[in-house]
């Protein structure tokens, strides 16, 4: 449940959501997404987002769920080419803009090495790249991400931050729940979660945003700068037997 949040998340930036486990990460996604009831206003580029046409939100905001669920059967194509929807006439046929479509995002996540594979068939990071290419192909100006580095090893991770890049480059605008803090930090901008209510939000290189961060997470981590970039570290503690160390838990 979120609690008086009060935002404003400007366009062409990308935004990086953290905060532990319960902090409200999905459900503010979800709000922003038109996804979940919910008290107060959200304004989608400028206009109340319940103002919006079904098909014309659908058209202006991509959205990637976290662990969603899909018609195994389907071929990836199929899978990317419902991304294509909200542009198609109720039971027309994809046009050659769709199809265009399709292939630039799949191109853009690497994934038309199995575009003729069914998603049943595909490993964890194979899928989770068929349903980012799926978000792209909508072609929105707004892409809503959670968890989108699930299943991705650290190369794939690295060609999703670029991904992000070239959107946010085109005008674009971008929000994602990130549980990799380190990554979280290349972001424009950081907003930090703590039990359903905005502890921080802020230029990832602020001070008082890194500050934020390891509050949030109680000090177990601490961010520092290596090279031109800043990362986050856990910080090792002492259990009670002198000679054993315990790490951090993972974030959510």
Same mark, same amino acid.
């Given at each position: 449940?979120?609690?008086?949040?009060?935002?404003?998340?400007?366009?062409?930036?990308?935004?990086?959501?953290?905060?532990?486990?319960?902090?409200?990460?999905?459900? @503010?996604?979800?709000?922003?997404?038109?996804?979940?009831?919910?008290?107060?206003?959200?304004?989608?580029?400028?206009?109340?987002?319940?103002?919006?046409?079904?098909?014309?939100?659908?058209?202006?905001?991509?959205?990637?769920?976290? *662990?969603?669920?899909?018609?195994?059967?389907?071929?990836?194509?199929?899978?990317?080419?419902?991304?294509?929807?909200?542009?198609?006439?109720?039971?027309?046929?994809?046009?050659? *803009?769709?199809?265009?479509?399709?292939?630039?995002?799949?191109?853009?996540?690497?994934?038309?090495?199995?575009?003729?594979?069914? @998603?049943?068939?595909?490993?964890?990071?194979?899928?989770?790249?068929?349903? +980012?290419?799926?978000?792209?192909?909508?072609?929105?100006?707004?892409?809503?991400?959670?968890?989108?580095?699930?299943?991705?090893?650290?190369?794939?991770?690295?060609?999703?931050?670029? +991904?992000?890049?070239?959107?946010?480059?085109?005008?674009?605008?971008?929000?994602?729940?990130?549980?990799?803090?380190?990554?979280?930090?290349?972001?424009?901008?950081?907003?930090?979660?703590?039990?359903?209510?905005?502890?921080?939000?802020?230029?990832?290189?602020?001070?008082?945003?890194?500050?934020?961060?390891? *509050?949030?997470?109680?000090?177990?981590?601490?961010?520092? *700068?290596?090279?031109?970039?800043?990362?986050?570290?856990?910080?090792?503690? @002492?259990?009670?037997?002198?000679?054993?160390?315990?790490?951090?838990?993972?974030?959510?």
């Amino acid at each position: 449940m979120l609690h008086g949040i009060d935002l404003r998340l400007p366009r062409g930036r990308w935004t990086a959501v953290v905060g532990p486990n319960g902090a409200g990460k999905t459900t @503010l996604l979800k709000a922003l997404a038109h996804l979940l009831p919910h008290e107060g206003s959200v304004r989608l580029l400028g206009r109340e987002a319940a103002a919006w046409r079904p098909r014309e939100r659908a058209r202006a905001l991509a959205w990637l769920g976290q *662990a969603e669920a899909g018609a195994e059967d389907l071929l990836a194509r199929d899978v990317v080419m419902l991304g294509r929807l909200p542009h198609q006439d109720w039971l027309g046929v994809p046009s050659p *803009a769709d199809h265009a479509a399709v292939d630039a995002a799949m191109s853009e996540t690497q994934c038309q090495a199995w575009r003729d594979r069914a @998603l049943g068939q595909l490993s964890g990071g194979e899928r989770q790249r068929v349903l +980012l290419a799926r978000a792209l192909a909508v072609g929105a100006p707004l892409l809503l991400m959670d968890e989108p580095l699930a299943h991705l090893d650290p190369p794939h991770q690295a060609d999703w931050i670029a +991904l992000v890049r070239r959107h946010v480059a085109r005008g674009g605008t971008a929000v994602s729940v990130l549980h990799e803090i380190s990554l979280a930090l290349q972001a424009d901008d950081v907003l930090v979660l703590q039990a359903g209510r905005l502890l921080h939000h802020g230029p990832s290189r602020d001070p008082a945003t890194h500050r934020a961060l390891e *509050a949030v997470f109680d000090h177990r981590i601490a961010v520092h *700068a290596v090279g031109s970039q800043f990362v986050a570290l856990p910080q090792l503690q @002492l259990g009670s037997d002198s000679n054993s160390l315990a790490t951090s838990p993972s974030e959510d």
